[in-house]
C-alpha cells in the first residue's frame, strides 16, 4: 500500500484537467437521505443514517470509510439487493428520474446488469465454478437482450478484448479456477460491462489483488469509464486506491457521512476531523520520520480512542466520541450538510453545521 | 486512451493448452486415488452388470422349479446348478440374478422418489428461509421420526387384503411398488435437511449475489447457480440412501412381506433360513448378494465424500 500511499499524495496535488469544473454533467444518481435499519424494528439499529450524495454521468464518486461505516450497504441499497434482514427505512435513491428504493424487485432485476452493474470485493468468490466464463457472461445477454448463444459469446469476447484478457477466444470456455485473481477481476469488470450500464458499482474490486496488479485494474477501470462515459460509485477503505480513481469523494464514519467534495480539495484541505485524522495515519513515503535517541521511529498518529460500538449509532455525531474536537452538543445534535466550498460540503457542528436533534 | 494501454495491461503468459477441469473433474481424479471409493464402484458396476445381462444368462428362469425333479430340492452345488438348488426347488444361482435388477430397482427406484421430495423440500426451505423454512423443516422432523418399517409392513398387508376383486389386483408387482414408493416416501428426510443447509451455505456465496446482481432470474439462480453446486454433497448421501434402500426392502422381504411375483434376496432368506443347516448355500447366496450391493454403495459413497469433500477426511 506504501506504493499507492505516495502517489495518493501526488495525484492530489497534481492539477486535474479542467473537465471536472467544466459546466457540470447531468446528475446521474441521488441518494437522498438514505436510511438503512436493522431489526428489532421497535429499536431498529440504524447502520445508515441519512446518507446523501450524488453521483454525475462520467463522474466517479469514492465512498471511503472503516469497516461498518455504511459504505457498501449503501451501494448495495442502489441495487435493491440489502441483505436480509436489513431494510431501507427512510429516503430515496433517484436513477434516471426513478426511485429504486420504491421499485418491486422484478422491476429491478430488469435494471440489474443492463443499467446498473456491480464489481465485487473478490473475484475468486464472485463467478460460479462451475460454469464456464463465457457461460456465465452469455447467460445475462441471453436475460437483458434475448441475444442466441453465439451471438452472446461474440459479445462477451469483445469485451474481454477490452478488458485485456489475453486470447479472449480460449478463455470463454475456462472455468474460474484456472484463471488468476487479476484475470478474474478483469472477467467481473467485463461482466459489469456487458450491457454498457450507465452506472458501476465498485465495491472494493481492488482489495483482495496484489499491489501491481491493483494498479493495473485501477488504470483500466478509469480507462473504461471514460471510454465508456459510464459513472462508478467506488467504494474502498484504502485512501491510496481513492486518490487515484475517484473524482469525487464521500467520507463516511459509522453509517453518517462526515464531508463530500472534489478529491483535491479534500486531500489538500481536510474539513471534518475524521478526514483529518485519517489523512494524518496515511503513511507517506515523502515524509521522513523522525527517530529519537533511543534509535525508535516517531509513531504514525492514529484515529484517537477506539471504533463506535454498534449500540451507540444514534444521537448525535456518532464521531464525536473520538473526536479531538468534540463539544457537549456534538453527542446531542445530529450534524447536516454546511456548504463550505462550491461543490463541497462538511458534517460537522464545529464547522458550521446546523445541528438538529438526533433519534436516539 | 488507446489500445496501446490496454495492451500495455496484458501480463498474464498465455497458459499451456490443458483439458478443461471442472470441480467434476476434478472430483474424479480424487475418487480414483481413494481405494475404498473405486472397490465401491467395481462392486457396484458387478451389481449393474448381472441385473443387466444376467438374465439373459442365467441358467434358469426364475420361475422355473424344474430342479425340484432332477437333482431335487436342497441339493447341494453341482455342474447344473452351480450355487444348488433351495427348498422349493428353484436354481439358487439364477434366482440370485434374478434378484439383482430388484433390488437396483428398489435402490434407485426409492432414492429416485426421495430425491425428489428431499432436494424440492430442502430447496425451497433453505431458499426461501423465514416461515416456509419453520414449516417445511418440521414437517421434516416428523417424518425422521415416523417407524418406517412399523408403516410398511402395515401397510403392505392392508393393501394386500384391499386389492382383491378390484381392478388393481392386475397391476404386474403393485406390492413392489409400493414398497418402493414408501422406502422413498419415508427417506427424503435426510436429503431435505441436507439440501437446505447447502442452499443457506450457497444463497449468501457472493457469486449468487453477483448473479443477481447481473439481473438473473430466481430459476437461473437456483438451478444453475446453486443447485449443481450443491450437488456434490447430494449425490453423497444419495449414495448411502441406495444401500439402505437395498437392506430396508431385504428385511421386508425377510419378514415375509415383499412382493410374491419379484424375486427378492430378502424373500430368498425368509424363504431358506429354515434351511440353514441342510441347504446353507440357499441363504448364504442371496446373504452374499445383499452384502455385497450394499456395501458396494456405502463405500461408493465413501469415496463420493472423499472426491468432492476431502476435507471433511483430514
Known amino acids: 500500500m506504501a506504493g499507492l500511499a505516495a502517489e495518493t499524495q501526488a495525484a492530489a496535488a497534481a492539477p486535474r484537467p479542467p473537465e471536472a469544473t467544466a459546466s457540470p454533467a447531468p446528475v446521474l444518481v441521488s441518494v437522498e437521505n438514505l436510511r438503512i435499519q436493522f431489526p428489532p424494528w421497535n429499536a431498529p439499529v440504524r447502520v445508515v443514517e441519512d446518507v446523501s450524495y450524488q453521483v454525475r454521468t462520467g463522474e466517479t464518486m469514492g465512498i471511503v470509510g472503516e469497516s461498518g461505516s455504511g459504505k457498501t450497504l449503501s451501494s448495495l441499497a442502489i441495487l435493491n439487493l440489502l441483505p436480509p434482514p436489513a431494510r431501507i427505512a427512510g429516503g430515496r435513491i433517484l ?3 426513478e426511485d429504486l428504493a420504491a421499485k418491486s424487485q422484478a422491476q429491478m432485476q430488469k435494471l440489474r446488469g443492463r443499467r446498473l452493474a456491480m464489481i465485487f470485493q473478490n473475484p475468486g468468490y464472485s463467478l460460479n465454478p462451475l460454469l464456464t466464463v463465457g457461460a456465465q457472461l452469455a447467460e445475462i445477454l441471453k436475460v437483458h437482450e434475448k441475444l442466441p448463444r453465439s451471438a452472446a459469446l461474440q459479445r462477451v469476447e469483445e469485451l474481454f478484448r477490452l478488458v485485456g484478457i489475453t486470447d479472449p477466444g480460449s478463455r470463454l470456455s475456462q472455468y474460474p479456477h484456472e484463471m488468476s485473481g487479476g484475470m478474474k477481476q478483469r472477467v467481473c469488470i467485463a461482466r459489469a460491462l456487458l450491457c454498457h450500464p450507465a452506472l458501476v458499482l465498485a465495491d472494493e474490486p481492488t482489495t483482495a489483488l496484489d499491489v501491481t496488479i491493483q494498479a ?17 460509485i467506488f467504494v474502498t477503505h484504502d485512501m491510496g486506491v481513492v486518490a487515484r480513481i475517484a473524482d469525487r469523494i464521500t467520507v463516511m464514519y459509522a453509517g453518517q457521512v462526515c464531508e463530500t467534495g472534489d478529491k483535491q480539495a479534500i486531500f489538500a484541505r481536510p474539513s471534518h476531523p475524521y478526514t483529518q485524522a485519517l489523512l494524518a495515519s496515511t503513511p507517506r513515503i515523502d515524509k521522513s520520520y523522525a527517530v529519537d535517541a533511543q534509535g525508535r521511529r516517531e509513531r504514525l498518529p492514529t484515529v484517537g480512542l477506539a471504533a463506535t460500538p454498534g449500540q451507540s449509532l444514534g444521537g448525535g455525531c456518532r464521531f464525536a466520541g473520538r473526536c479531538p474536537e468534540a463539544v457537549p452538543e456534538c453527542t446531542r445534535l445530529v450534524p447536516q450538510a454546511a456548504a463550505i466550498e462550491p461543490g463541497r460540503s462538511v458534517h460537522c457542528l464545529k464547522r458550521g453545521s446546523a445541528g438538529v436533534p438526533g433519534h436516539g | 486512451m488507446t489500445d496501446q494501454t490496454i495492451a500495455s495491461h496484458v501480463s498474464a503468459p498465455k497458459p499451456a493448452a490443458k483439458p478443461a477441469r471442472g470441480i467434476w473433474r476434478q472430483g474424479w481424479q480424487r475418487f480414483a486415488r481413494s481405494r475404498t471409493g473405486m472397490l465401491g464402484l467395481v462392486l457396484v458396476l458387478i451389481v449393474v452388470a448381472t441385473a443387466v445381462i444376467g438374465p439373459f444368462v442365467a441358467p434358469f428362469d426364475a420361475q422355473d422349479q424344474s430342479p425340484m425333479l432332477d437333482p431335487g430340492a436342497k441339493a447341494p452345488p453341482s455342474w447344473t446348478n452351480p450355487l444348488g438348488t433351495d427348498r422349493m426347488g428353484y436354481d439358487v444361482l439364477s434366482r440370485v440374478i434374478y434378484g439383482a435388477p430388484t433390488a437396483l430397482a428398489v435402490g434407485l427406484g426409492a432414492m429416485s422418489i426421495a430425491a425428489a421430495i428431499g432436494i424440492l423440500v430442502g430447496g425451497v426451505a433453505g431458499y426461501r428461509g423465514g416461515t416456509t423454512d419453520e414449516v417445511l423443516m418440521r414437517f421434516t422432523d416428523f417424518f425422521l421420526v415416523i417407524p418406517m418399517f412399523v408403516v410398511i409392513l402395515a401397510v403392505v398387508r392392508l393393501l394386500g387384503v384391499a386389492v ?25 428426510a435426510p436429503i431435505a435437511r441436507m439440501t437446505r ?7 449468501n456465496q457472493e457469486f449468487v449475489e453477483a448473479a443477481r446482481c447481473i439481473g438473473a432470474t430466481s430459476g437461473d439462480i437456483l438451478f444453475r447457480h446453486i443447485l449443481p453446486n450443491a450437488l456434490p ?23 415375509g412381506f415383499g412382493d410374491p411375483a419379484a424375486v427378492s434376496w430378502g424373500q430368498l432368506l425368509y424363504f431358506n433360513y429354515q434351511a440353514l443347516k441342510v441347504a446353507p448355500w440357499a441363504s448364504l447366496s442371496p446373504g452374499l448378494a445383499i452384502f455385497v450391493t450394499v456395501l458396494g454403495f ?5 469415496g463420493l465424500t472423499d472426491a468432492f469433500n476431502p476435507r471433511a477426511k483430514n
Open chain 2, 164 to 188: 382383491v376383486d378390484t381392478p388393481f389386483e392386475s397391476v404386474p408387482y403393485l406390492n413392489l411398488g409400493v414398497i418402493i414408493l414408501l422406502i422413498g416416501v419415508f427417506s427424503w
Open chain 1, 216 to 232: 493495473q485494474i485501477l488504470d483500466l477501470l478509469e480507462e473504461l469509464k471514460q471510454r465508456l462515459g459510464m459513472s462508478m
Open chain 2, 298 to 302: 456405502n463405500l461408493l459413497a465413501d
Open chain 2, 233 to 255: 454433497s447430494l449425490i453423497v448421501i444419495i449414495a448411502l440412501g441406495i444401500g439402505g434402500a437395498v437392506l430396508a426392502e431385504a428385511m421386508i422381504g425377510f419378514l
Open chain 2, 197 to 203: 443447509a447447502e442452499f443457506l451455505r450457497l444463497k
Open chain 1, 95 to 97: 436513477f434516471e428520474g
